[in-house]
């Protein structure tokens, strides 16, 4: 139900729509209408252009890409009905929000949650003026699912740690200025011998490598940690404490890979619009083949309940002022979901939704082939189906533990 | 659950109140046990009227509160998760009829009847096994209606039928020209073949070329509210039981390959609900109700089956036996799914109203 605001509160926030108006007239620059945020995404380097730079700056400046973090650490120190006229008023001038990335999607949050004061100075203002780029240390090549079983080992050298192992499926490390990484601390506790720190990616002693994908892509890297030195100031919250803040960081995670973006965006193109491009129809316009005509509905009418079903989870958190329980069948669901869409249109398509590379095939059909192979990692990466699983039948459902 | 207003979890509140304390499945097994083909209790019938459930979508001046079909939707999932056995159903898919299509000395006569219990209405189309609005062969000439309606849902305590002719909706009473043949189906509910021979028939008028289709759409949305309920409550049951249930020393709900079963069901209810939710709330807003109530009685139909399915093979053997209450569902569960649209009727509907 709609709440009376008090008049006041409404000529304020009146007032303040006008300013951001304002800043876009003076600051956008009109050739990066309907461009994407670059520099949010994890799957590229980070040449900008002078515009998409002066941009950058004018938005860091005010905090108002990081609308509602503190101001004494560079955010904008606004209220939610504030950030959400931002978001309003650069939709409508067809303006992205040029600071992003995984400082502002998980490590932010964690670290004001979690930071003293000296490392919240240091490392927040950079992330509001979108300046760094962070990577998240934290799978190995024996700590999938079983995250906890991570062997980085962090000695204690008086004054700073001495890191020696490996990290895998780091997501941008090969561009990436600094990484948070949970490390062990100390071999004899699984759980309380884990520690959270920041290390610098140019410390000698780290080296990246990127993975290739079966996508032909290579978003992820591994990264060697040899005898790297990382000062004692770097470590986040007490020795110890790592899992505990390392698995709050998981949960901005997963909010962003499965609740992100608006229903519209998600929605996509009817595959049934799709299916009459490539697939005889009849005499009413329906496809012909009904057996495809049918195995499209399907999905179709799923995927609406799953966007109702995250709108549903939107609405009630908001209600109660808390996390839905439904949340918790986002991340499963709308993966599983997105993975069978890319199945269904290569179906649908045939060998010209099979395309590698060149002319015979358009830009959206070499696009969604790579999208349907890197999807394949949605199900996996983030806490994988089966560890979604585990989380709800124990959380939710109070079933018991298995171990 | 969608987020309601106060008078909405008022209602939800009462009618699982009452639900629990006077209508448990208990109630429904004294039901099947008395054999009348009815089928429902009128004293427990006439107690919900006085609550108000029969007159939630009639407008208040014919003696209904208003409250819409997300209300309605409210207490029909609480009645479902109960089995209990009631025309309440029905009669708010006639009445809807009525308010939809009605003349105002049509909604004069009947609907305060319908809102206070004192008459019972029922709806019926369908003139074959298989949901198919398209193929109506009853006619209706000189006011006298001609036709068989098979499966009717609740025929047996109806006063009222709204019947679907060739031409459009009638409103036909129970007595001459109209007679009943009982039709057993494996929820122990009421269901007959209903013939009209020559009965008087007051049609429709109003309502335009959609009538039809838009009181399908109610019946749609509200039976997927009876789904619902029945869905969360096999679920609950089936977990309840999970966690009880000790073999090899360890309660059942200790294993993995069980846990996540339960996890991909308590998913699948998710979608479930949160699609009946948007098709009753698309009937009260007016607006694209036609794709909501397909989606919604869809969604209804494929959790509904494999919950049903899911909750016997959970429960093990004694899932199979008569004594243990999840058999009831499943045996509710497909006489619905195949009723006012099939899984597959819907698919070929949904794929029709999105151009393909």
């Not at chain 1, 966007?307 to 209600?319: D, V, Y």
């Not at chain 2, 399915?309 to 195949?338: C, P």
């Amino acid at each position: 139900m709609a709440t009376q605001l008090e008049p006041q509160t409404r000529t304020d926030e009146e007032a303040f729509r006008t300013e951001v108006q304002q800043f876009l007239a003076d600051n956008f620059p009109a050739e990066l209408k309907g461009q994407s945020n670059a520099l949010a995404g994890v799957d590229g380097p980070t040449d900008e252009t002078p515009a998409q730079t002066k941009w950058r700056e004018a938005v860091g400046a005010r905090g108002w890409g990081t609308p509602t973090w503190p101001k004494e650490y560079g955010g904008g120190g606004l209220s939610k009905a504030q950030a959400k006229i931002i978001d309003q008023e650069f939709a409508k001038a067809g303006a992205y929000n040029p600071i992003g990335g995984m400082g502002v999607m998980m490590f932010g949050p964690t670290l004001l949650e979690y930071g003293n004061e000296a490392q919240k100075k240091e490392h927040i203002p950079p992330i509001c003026r979108g300046e760094v780029r962070w990577c998240q240390g934290y799978s190995e090549p024996n700590a999938g699912s079983d995250l906890a079983n991570l062997q980085t080992f962090a000695e204690d050298k008086g004054d700073h740690y001495l890191v020696n192992g490996q990290k895998t499926w780091t997501s941008g490390g090969q561009w990436a200025d600094k990484c948070f990484a949970i490390v062990r601390t100390d071999k004899s506790d699984k759980h309380k011998g884990i520690s959270f720190m920041l290390i610098d990616m140019d410390t000698p002693g780290v080296e990246v490598r990127p993975i290739t994908m079966i996508s032909g892509t290579s978003p992820f890297c591994e990264t060697f940690f040899t005898d790297v030195k990382v000062p004692k100031e770097n470590l986040v919250g007490e020795e110890g404490q790592g899992w505990t803040i390392g698995k709050r960081l998981l949960q901005h995670e997963r909010t962003n890979i499965s609740g992100g973006g608006s229903l519209a965006r998600l929605m996509g193109q009817s595959l049934g619009d799709i299916a009459k491009k490539y697939q005889p129809t009849g005499a009413d316009g329906e496809l012909a083949d009904a057996v495809l005509r049918d195995k499209i509905a399907d999905f179709e009418i799923r995927w609406n309940s799953f966007l109702l079903t995250a709108r549903r989870a939107m609405e009630e958190s908001k209600a109660a002022g808390g996390v839905s329980e439904i949340s918790s069948v986002l991340k499963k669901l709308g993966t599983k979901l997105s993975q069978e869409r890319s199945e269904l249109l290569i179906e649908i398509r045939g060998l010209q939704g099979l395309g590698w590379e060149g002319d015979g095939f358009s830009g959206g059909e070499l696009e969604a082939v790579r999208a349907w192979l890197f999807g394949k990692a949605t199900t996996i990466y983030g806490g994988s189906t089966e560890i979604q699983n585990n989380i709800i039948a124990k959380r939710v459902l109070g079933m018991l533990d298995h171990q | 659950m969608a987020v309601l207003n106060e008078e909405q979890e008022m209602l939800r509140d009462m009618a699982r109140e009452w639900t629990v304390n006077e209508s448990p499945v208990t109630e429904f097994r004294k039901v099947r046990a008395s054999g009348e083909p009815e089928a429902f209790n009128r004293d427990a019938y006439a107690t919900m009227a006085q609550m108000g459930w029969a007159g939630v979508i009639i407008p208040e001046e014919h003696g209904g509160s208003d409250f819409g079909f997300l209300s309605a939707g409210l207490v029909v999932e609480e009645l479902g998760k109960t089995l209990t056995a009631s025309p309440l159903v029905m009669n708010t898919v006639a009445a809807s009829a009525i308010v939809l299509g009605g003349s105002d000395e049509q909604k004069a006569k009947w609907l305060p009847k319908l809102a206070s219990g004192e008459a019972i209405a029922t709806l019926a189309v369908d003139e074959g096994p298989n949901h198919d609005p398209a193929e109506i062969a009853t006619a209706v000439s000189d006011g006298k209606i001609s036709g068989t309606k098979a499966f009717v849902h609740e025929a047996h305590g109806a006063d009222l039928f709204v019947v679907a002719a060739k031409d459009g909706l009638y409103l036909v009473e129970k007595g001459d020209g109209v007679s009943l043949t009982t039709r057993k189906l494996t929820d122990q509910r009421s269901h007959a073949d209903v013939t009209f021979d020559g009965a008087a028939a007051d049609k429709l008028a109003k309502g335009g070329d959609s009538l039809l289709d838009d009181v399908l759409d109610r019946a749609r949305v509200l039976v997927s509210a009876e789904m619902l309920g029945m869905a969360q409550q096999v679920f609950d049951d089936t977990l309840d039981y999970l966690k009880q249930r000790v073999q090899f020393n360890q309660v059942l709900a200790s294993f993995q390959a069980l846990q996540h079963r339960m996890a991909d069901l308590f998913a699948d209810l998710a979608q479930m609900r949160s699609a009946v939710e948007a098709g009753l709330q698309a009937v009260d807003g007016g607006f694209g109700v036609a794709r909501a109530a397909t989606i919604a009685k869809a969604e209804a139909n494929r959790v509904m089956h494999k919950m049903a399915n899911e909750g016997i093979q959970l429960h093990g053997g004694i899932g199979m036996t008569d004594e243990y209450d999840v058999g009831f569902y499943l045996k509710r569960a497909r006489v619905l799914e195949a009723s006012f649209g099939s899984s597959s009727w819907l698919k070929d509907r949904f794929a029709r109203l999105s151009g393909y």
